[in-house]
């Protein structure tokens, strides 16, 4: 166990809807990445956020968004969802400047019909 | 641009023996390299990482060895056991909060 939290586990769903993930980062992690993984491709890094500030932006498209609120969980905002965003999501926190090592949650697996 | 990069998609090992996993980097720049295992469906899960001021860091049967001249690392697994059939992604940073660049995964098949 990570110490990482996700929810939902899995979520299904139809074109056009919108979504929220929700990660709750390990005790005391400043930072939370979103990553999405579609059918056993890699890692594709989408944003971190730092102390509730964005740090950094990946390949996200406009039609998603997240959030980092100020008891540092954050969420990942999924609309005009299509069927290729069918994924899995997965959160990681991590605790810089100490350390840039990444602890990952179990994913949210999306579903869109 | 890739700037990690991981050239064998798949790789085979018999159980028991070394598994070498590969790794190679092009921006000098990064200073701190990991290595993850991932099982289908679950989250990738941290194993072992390295500064740029090492050249080697063991823990149990993983070793992580790095040349910087080359800008490689390789994962060693000694001896190679079932549960370790996974994919296994390697990952360098800048430090200093930056994001980590991930490899595109190798996945390691360990045969009995």
């Known amino acids: 166990d990570s110490g990482v939290t996700q929810t939902p586990k899995h979520l299904i769903t139809a074109t056009g809807q919108r979504v929220t993930l929700r990660c709750s980062p390990r005790?005391?992690?400043?930072?939370v990445y979103w990553y999405q993984q579609s059918l056993d491709q890699g890692l594709q890094f989408l944003i971190q956020?730092?102390?509730?500030?964005?740090?950094a932006k990946g390949n996200i498209l406009e039609r998603f968004s997240a959030q980092q609120f100020p008891d540092l969980h954050s969420e990942l905002n999924l609309s005009s969802l299509e069927l290729g965003d069918s994924a899995l999501y997965f959160c990681a926190s991590s605790a810089p400047p100490f350390t840039d090592t990444q602890y990952f949650g179990p994913g949210t697996r999306l579903t869109v019909l | 641009d890739q700037q990690v990069k991981q050239n064998s998609p798949s790789l085979s090992v018999q159980e028991g023996r070394i598994s070498i996993l590969n790794c190679d980097y092009t921006?000098?720049?990064?200073?701190?390299f990991l290595w993850y295992k991932k099982y289908p469906a679950e989250g990738p899960t941290f194993l072992i990482s390295i500064s740029s001021i090492k050249d080697k860091n063991e823990d149990g049967r993983f070793t992580v060895f790095l040349n910087k001249s080359a800008k490689h690392l390789s994962l060693h697994i000694v001896p190679s056991q079932p549960g370790d059939s996974a994919v296994y992604f390697c990952a360098a940073s800048r430090g200093g909060n930056y994001q980590l660049i991930w490899g595109a995964g190798t996945k390691l098949i360990i045969k009995p």
């Open positions: 956020y730092y102390n509730g500030e964005e740090r």
């Open positions: 005790s005391g992690d400043l930072s």
């Open positions: 921006n000098s720049m990064f200073d701190y």
